[in-house]
C-alpha cells in the first residue's frame, strides 16, 4: 500500500503521455515480485529522469548543487518556507506513525490475519461494551465443535498479588485457556507454554512470566524456570518466560484458566474469546458456524438462553479481527487527527507556494536572461522544482526530526493506553510515508511559479520589467486564491478545535452525582487464600475502613468493587419481586456494586430516599440494598422504592430496598448515568460465588487527598503486610482520566488550529503585504493627486477582508459538510452549533483584518515624492 | 541516437541478453539499486539497443496484478555486445591492475 502511494505520487514527475505506462511498469513489477521499499525508491530518479528527458546524474546533481546553493543565499526564505513545511511535514508524520501501528499494520504475530476476536453481539441490551463475550459452558460448547478454528482460548484479564524477593507486588495477569498461545502463534522465550489439562482442575498450579517481569525480577535468569512463586497466595511452578510480542495489553504474567467441564457455568458471560481461523476459512464463514452453534446450544439450554431472550437481546455471533477490539475508540480520533494535520500541511503548502510565486516574480529577469542564452522550457522548470523539492526535503527532514519528538509527547499523552503489542515509532513506512508527502508537497507549491511563469514569453518581459498588466492580473489571481484556500482550511480546522472544546467544557461542567474533590483512592486484592471467606473479607474492609478513618485527616473511608470512571464492569438483568417480567422477557441490565455502609458519604452522593447502608444490611441478616433512583423510577414509577423487593431475574432470593441515591455516570463522563444497585460486600453465603476481592477504596479528608495516603498505607500494612496498595491517587485524577480522550483530542486540535490560524494569518499579511509594495508608486501617485490616506488605508483592507470573507464563506459551507465526522466526538453541543461558527468566522476575519491593516496603514503613510522617486 | 557505454549500461546490456527480461530481474542479477538500473535500461530503449513489450493483458489479470513490461535485444544491442563485454573486461583489467581497487559502482 506505501509502495502504491509512493509510485502513483513520484509519477507526478513523469512526463503526461508516459505516465500511465510508467505507473503500470513499476506497479507491475512490485507486484510480481512483492517487493518493497527498497525495491520501489528507484522509482523517483526513473521518473525524474525521464522528466527531465535523459538528464545526467551530474546534470541532476548540479540542478541540486544550484538549488541548494540558492536556499542558503536566502536564509530568511529558506528558514520560513523550510520551517512552515517541517512544521506540517512533522504533524503528519507524527499522527501517521500512530495510525500506520494502530490501524494499518498487522498485530505482529505469524498469519496474524487468521486471528479473531471470537465473541458475541448483543445489540438490544443497550449495554456499552466491545463485545459480549462467553460463559464458561459456551467456550467448552465451541470448543468441542467448532471445526473452522485452528486453536481457540478463552481469557479474562486479573490484578495478582506476588511475593517476589519478600516484596508484595500487585500485577496486570491474564488468565487464559491451554491453547491462548496457538492462537496467538508465539512460541516461549523460555521453557514451555501451557500443556493440555493444564487448564482442567486438579493440575497443578503453574504460572508464565513475560519478558519484562523475568528481566526486571530475576535478571534474565534460565534459572527460574521450575521455580515455585507465590502468586495470589498460591505457590505456582514457572514453566516459562513469553517474548514481549506474546503480551496484547499490560499483562504481566499468565496463569491458567481453569474451567471444570462437570459444573461449567452456563449463563454469566464474563470470558473473552479469541481464536485462530483454519487455514482457507474467512471471518465471514467461521461467522455464520458460530452462529449456527449458539443456536444449537440455546435450544439445549432453554433456561439461560430460551429464544424470547435470544430475540430481545439481539444475541448472535461476532467474528472479527482481533485487532478492531483495542482500536474501535481509538479509530475515530486518530482519522480525525489525520484529516487534520492534512489541512495544516495544505496551508502550510499554500503559503509556501505563495512565498515561491513572489520569490519566481523577483527573478524574471534573470529567468529572461537564462532563456535568452538559450536555456529551454524545460530547463526552467527544471530550476524551478530542484528547488522546491529541495526545500520540501530540507522541510521533510527537520519534520522527520519534529515527529520523532511529537510521538513521543503523543503518547505519553494518548488517552486509553494503546496495547503494547502495537509498536508505534518511525519506522520504515513512516519513513516512506514521510518522503511521500515531503515529495508530493514540493511538487505541489512548486507547480505555482512554473505554471504561472514557465509558460510565459519571458523575452517579453525583460522587455517590460514584469509588468505586463494582464499576466499581473492573472498571477494576483493565483495569489488571491492561494489565500481564500488557507482561510477556508483554517475556518475548518478553527471550528472543530472550538466544537471540540466546547465539548470539553461541557464535559468538565457535568454533575457526575458524587464530589471528586478532597478523596482519593487506592486498589487492593484479597487473595482467597488468606482470606477464604465472604466473612473474612467483610471483617477485613470492616478493620481497615475503620483504621483509615482514625486519621484526623480522614473524613471517611469506604470500599467499592470498582469505582465509577474507573472501567469495572458488573452487570446482569434484575426485576421487581412484585411485578416479575413474564417467562422469557429480558429484565433492564443493572449495573451491580459491593459496597461497605460508609460509601456513600465518602463519595459525597446524596440518599434520595431511606437511608443509607449498614453493616447489618449483609446478607444473613437484613438483606438490604440501595439502589440508584435511576432504577427505582424505572420499577417503581411516581412511588417510594423503600420497603419494596428485588431480585436478579430468575433467582428465588429477593432483596429489601433500605434506600435509593442519586444517579452517578459511571461508565463514562459522557454517558448517562446508569441503573444500578448496590449490594452490601456480604452478599453470599458461605460456599457461594466469590466475595468483593478486587476492590477500589475511598478515602475523604479535611485538606490535601494525598496527604492521607501515608496513613492508609501504614492501615493496611498494620492489617496485612503482604498486600500492596495499589495506583493510590485522587479521585479527581479518576475523573481526568475519564477524561483524557475528549481533552487529548481538543489539545491536538487546538495546537492544529492555532497553526492554521498563525499560517493562514501569515499568508494574508504576506500577500498584502506584498501587493502593498508593488503598488506603491500607484497609491503615490493617488495621494499627491488627494486621495486621502483613510481611503487608501480602506480600500486596501477591503482588498484582504474580501479575500477573507470569500474564503469563511467556503470554509464555513466546508465545516458544516464535515461536521458529521466530528459529531461522535462531541458531547453537549452540536456539531453545526451556530454560536462556535459564528464565533470562529468572527476571530479568524478579526485577525485578517488585523493582519491586513498593518501593510495598509504603511502604505496610507507612503510620502508620494518617495514613492514616485522609488520608479 | 548514439550511447556511451558504461559499466553500468554495459552490465544492464548483457544482463538482458542472458534472458533477464523484466525491470526487476535486471537489477536484481545485476546487483544495482533499482534507481540506477531503471534509467540504464531508459537510456537502452532510447538508443535501440533495447526494446521493450507488454505482457498479454489477460495474463496479468488472470494472476491480479498490472502488465508486467519485458525487455528484448534488438539487432543493434546484439551488436553492441561485444563493446559491452570489452567495457567490462577493461573495468575488470583496470580494478586487476589496482588489486583492491574500488567497486565498480561509481559511473563517471
Known sequence: MITRLWVWTVSALVPREDRGAWREEWLGELRATGGDMRQAWGALPDAWCLRTDGWTMDGMLRDVRIAVRGLIRKPLFTAVGGITLAVGIGANTAIFSVVDAVLINPLPWPSSERVVSYNHAAPGLGVNVPVVPHSEALFLHYLENAKSLDAFAVFDQRKMNLIIDGEPQRLDANRVTQQYFDVIGIPPALGRTFAVGEDRPGSEPVVLLGYGLWERAYGKDPGVVGRLLDVNGVQRRVIGVMPEIARVGEEELWTPLVIDPAQANEGSLGLIGAARLAEGVTVAGANTEMHELLLRFAQAHPDDFGPEILEQAQLDADVKPLKDLFVEDTRQILLVLLGTVGFVLLIACANVANLFLVRAEGRQREQAVRTAMGASRGDVVRQYLTESLALATFGGLVGLGLAHFGVRGLLTMAPAELPSVLDIGIDGSVLAFTAAISLGAGILFGMFPVLGYARKDLVASLRDGGRSAT????????????VVAQVALALVLLVGSGLTARSFLALRNVDLGFQPEQRM????????????????VEAFYRRLTERIAADPRVVAAAVIDGLPLTEAKSAGPMEPEDEPFEEGQLGPIVEQRRVTPGYFAAMGIDIVDGRAPEWSDRVDQGAGVVIGKKLADAFWPGASAVGRRIRSQGDDFAWEVVGVAGDVRFDDVSQEPLAIIYYPVFDAGPGSYAAARNVDVVVQTAGDPLAAIDGARAALRELDPRMPMVNPRTVQDVVERSLASTSFTVLLLGIAGGIALLLGTVGIYGVISYTVSRRTAEIGVRMALGAPAAKVLGSIVGQGLRLTVLGVGIGLAGAWGLSRVLASLLYGVTATDPTTFTAMASVLIGVATLATWLPARRASRVDPVEALRAE | M???????????????????????????????????????LRRLEKAGLLRSSWEDEDEARASGRPRRRSYQLTARGRAA????????????????????????????
Not at chain 2, 81 to 108: C, F, I, N, S, Y
Open chain 2, 81 to 108: 555486445l561485444p563493446e559491452a563485454e570489452q567495457k567490462l573486461e577493461e573495468v575488470r583489467r583496470l580494478l586487476g591492475a589496482m588489486d583492491h581497487g574500488p567497486g565498480l559502482e561509481t559511473e563517471r
Open chain 1, 521 to 536: 483512592t487506592f486498589a487492593i486484592g484479597l487473595s482467597d487464600v488468606a482470606y477464604p471467606d465472604v466473612e473474612s
Open chain 2, 2 to 40: 548514439s550511447l556511451r557505454m558504461t559499466q553500468i549500461t554495459a552490465l544492464v546490456l548483457r544482463a538482458v541478453a542472458a534472458g533477464h527480461r523484466y525491470g526487476f530481474d535486471v537489477m536484481e542479477t545485476c546487483a544495482l539499486p533499482s534507481g540506477t538500473a531503471y534509467p540504464a
Open chain 1, 471 to 482: 499576466a499581473g492580473r492573472e498571477r494576483h489571481r493565483v495569489r488571491s486564491g492561494l
